[in-house]
C-alpha cells in the first residue's frame, strides 16, 4: 500500500485525477510520475493475495510427501505458476474494473486504477504472467496440470467479464479459485486427492468467499452497488443463512475427513493427532463468524496475515498436523 498511498481516495481528488490521466496518456509532463516503476507493477500482482497459493502443499502434505526432495520442487514449482498466472489474472481484471475500482474507498489504491501503472503496461504483464504460466505448467507436470491451470483462467477470465454480475453463481467462480489451487497441488506432486479432501476444501472456500461478501454488503453501505453490482442482489438474512450453512458443511466435512482412515494417504500416520486437529479448526471458524458479525473479514488475506487469533489457531493445527503425519 506504500506505493499508492499517495493517491487520494475520493473519486474527484485532484491528485487521483492525474494518477488516472497519466494511465491513461501517459507520464506527467513534468516527470513527476512514472507509471512504469517497479514498485507499482509489483504492488499490482498483490503480493498479498499470494498467500492463498499455499493451498498447493495441502495435498502432498497431508500425503506424508514432503519429505521428499522432488515433491518439494514440483510443489514449489506449482506454487509459483499460481503466483504468476493469478497475477497476470488480477492486472487483466484490474483493467477491465478500473472505473468501478476508483469509486471503491479502498481499491482505488490499487495501482492500475490510480494511474501508477499504465492500461497498455498491465495488459502486457498480465498476458505474459499467463502465458508463461500455462507453459511452465506443462512443463512441470504435463497436461493434467496445464488443464488445471487453463480452468482457473477459463473461470477467472468469466467471472471478469460476466459471472460477477450473477448472484451465488459468483460465489462459486471465485472459491473454485481455492479448489483448483489444491487440486493443482495434488496433480503437479502426483499425488491422489480424497473425495473428503475435496470436500473440506469445497465447502472451506464458500466460506471464506461468502464471509467476505457478507463483509462487504456491511462495509461499503448503501454504496455497495456502485462498487460491486451483485451486491445489490443478496439480503443480509441471505448472506447470513449461506454463511452459516457453509460453516457448518466446511466443519462437518473436516471432521469426516479427519476421522475417516482412508482421508489420508499416509500409512503410517497418529489418527490421535489428526482427530485433534478439529478442535483449532473449528474455534477458528467460530473466531472467523465473530469478526464478520462484527463488520470486520472484508479481505480475507488481511484477516490471515493480521489476526493474531487466527494465527494461534493455525499454528495448533500445524503442529497438531505435523505430529499426526510426521511423527
Known sequence: MGVVQEVGTEAGDGKFAEHSHAALNGPASDGSLRPRSPRAVLAALRPRQWVKNVLVFVAPAAAGRLGDVAIWGRAFAAFAIFVAVASGMYLLNDVLDIEADRLHPEKCERPVAAGLVTIPQALTVGAILVAGGLVASWFTAGWRFLVVMALYVAISAAYS???????????????????????????????????????????????????????????????????????????????????????????????????????????????????????????????????????????????????????????????????????
Open 161 to 327: 467479464m460476466w459471472v460477477k454480475y450473477l448472484a451465488v453463481v459468483e460465489l462459486a467462480s471465485v472459491a473454485s479459485g481455492f479448489v483448483l489451487r489444491a487440486i493443482g497441488g495434488g496433480v503437479a506432486t502426483h499425488v491422489p486427492l480424497s473425495d473428503w479432501f475435496l470436500a473440506v476444501t469445497s465447502f472451506s472456500a464458500m466460506f471464506i468467499v461468502t464471509g467476505k461478501r457478507y463483509a462487504e454488503y456491511h462495509h461499503l453501505g448503501e454504496s455497495r452497488d456502485e462498487h460491486r453490482l451483485v451486491l445489490s442482489d443478496y439480503t443480509p438474512t441471505f448472506l447470513r443463512s449461506a454463511l452459516t450453512m457453509t460453516a457448518t458443511a466446511a466443519v462437518t466435512t473436516y471432521c469426516l475427513w479427519a476421522f475417516d482412515r482412508t482421508g489420508l494417504q499416509h500409512p503410517g500416520y497418529a489418527a490421535i493427532w489428526i482427530e485433534l486437529t478439529v478442535v483449532p479448526f473449528g474455534i477458528a471458524v467460530l473466531h472467523v463468524l465473530r469478526v464478520l458479525d462484527s463488520g470486520g473479514g472484508a479481505a480475507p488475506e488481511e484477516l490471515a496475515l493480521k489476526d493474531r487469533w487466527i494465527q494461534v489457531f493455525g499454528a495448533f493445527w500445524l503442529l497438531f498436523f505435523l505430529i499426526g503425519i510426521y511423527a
